[in-house]
């Protein structure tokens, strides 16, 4: 996959996951760590299979988490005036509260 490729794919999981932009926050905070503090302790080379290991484990992890957890809607509350009625047409301020 190019990056452009990525991107769009990504993009469109973020909708589906709902943990998976914090997994990716993750991930971009470990890739700046990589690149500054991580090289020089492991004396320029942070190992390859480490990195793709922390990566996938951290975006699997977020896609695990995000169906266990699934996303809890909050309910629609209706109050009068409301444009739309409960089967989502179109009304005239006819919703209301009980």
């Known amino acids: 996959l190019g990056l452009r490729s990525l991107y769009f794919l990504l993009a469109g999981a973020v909708d589906k996951f709902h943990f998976l932009k914090f997994g990716l926050a993750v991930v971009l905070a470990f890739v700046g760590l990589k690149m500054t503090v991580l090289g020089w302790l492991f004396g320029g080379h942070f190992p390859i299979a480490w990195s793709l290991g922390i990566i996938a484990g951290t975006i699997g992890a977020s896609i695990v988490l995000s169906l266990v957890f699934p996303r809890k809607e909050a309910p629609h509350i209706a109050i009068?005036?409301?444009?739309?009625?409960?089967?989502?047409h179109h009304g005239e301020g006819k919703t209301h509260i009980p």
């Open 80 to 88: 009068e005036g409301d444009a739309y009625d409960d089967e989502g």
